[in-house]
């Protein structure tokens, strides 16, 4: 099975769960992500709410580039709470990892996105401060608007 997400212009909802090493516990978090393929332009638009008693929403806004390497696609995001992050995805059979770091910061994260179906992948993923886990988050995304 061939990657869907990533790869092809789609609207996908995610829906899971974020937690909170600070305030101990989890919340649900639901999302939406847009790919955008067109030519050498290459995006995501991205957004999670997170249901805590004071809600949070997040927004990322990732330019991708094709590299020398067929499995590694570099990309620079924006990111609401982050500010600009420097990454990297990485696609292997059937798994999709993705890391990166805030430059001039102690903060660093990774995603993996494992594929269950050409509609469906698993998600899971962490921010980091000083190597240290800080917030994770586990759940799905579901391709609701195939391009």
């Known amino acids: 099975m061939e990657h869907t997400f990533l790869f092809q212009n789609a609207r996908w909802q995610a829906q899971g769960f974020y937690y909170s090493k600070e305030a101990g516990a989890a919340a649900p978090l639901t999302g939406e992500t847009v790919v955008?393929?067109?030519?050498?332009?290459?995006?995501?638009?991205?957004?999670m709410?997170?249901?805590?008693?004071?809600?949070?929403?997040?927004?990322?806004?990732?330019?991708?580039?094709?590299?020398?390497?067929?499995?590694?696609f570099d990309w620079?995001?924006?990111?609401?709470?982050?500010?600009t992050m420097n990454g990297a995805f990485i696609a292997l059979p059937s798994i999709i990892t993705s890391s990166y770091t805030v430059p001039d910061t102690d903060i660093s994260g990774s995603e993996m996105l494992m594929q269950v179906s050409?509609?469906?992948?698993?998600?899971?993923?962490?921010?980091n401060r000083d190597g240290d886990p800080e917030s994770w988050?586990?759940?799905r995304l579901i391709c609701n608007a195939p391009g």
């Open 36 to 47: 955008t393929r067109a030519g050498d332009n290459w995006t995501i638009d991205r957004s």
């Open 76 to 83: 620079v995001a924006q990111d609401t709470k982050l500010g």
């Open 118 to 127: 050409e509609t469906e992948y698993l998600m899971e993923g962490v921010i």
């Open 49 to 72: 709410d997170v249901s805590w008693e004071t809600p949070v929403h997040i927004e990322d806004h990732y330019d991708i580039h094709a590299t020398n390497n067929a499995a590694q």
């Open 137 to 139: 988050w586990k759940g």
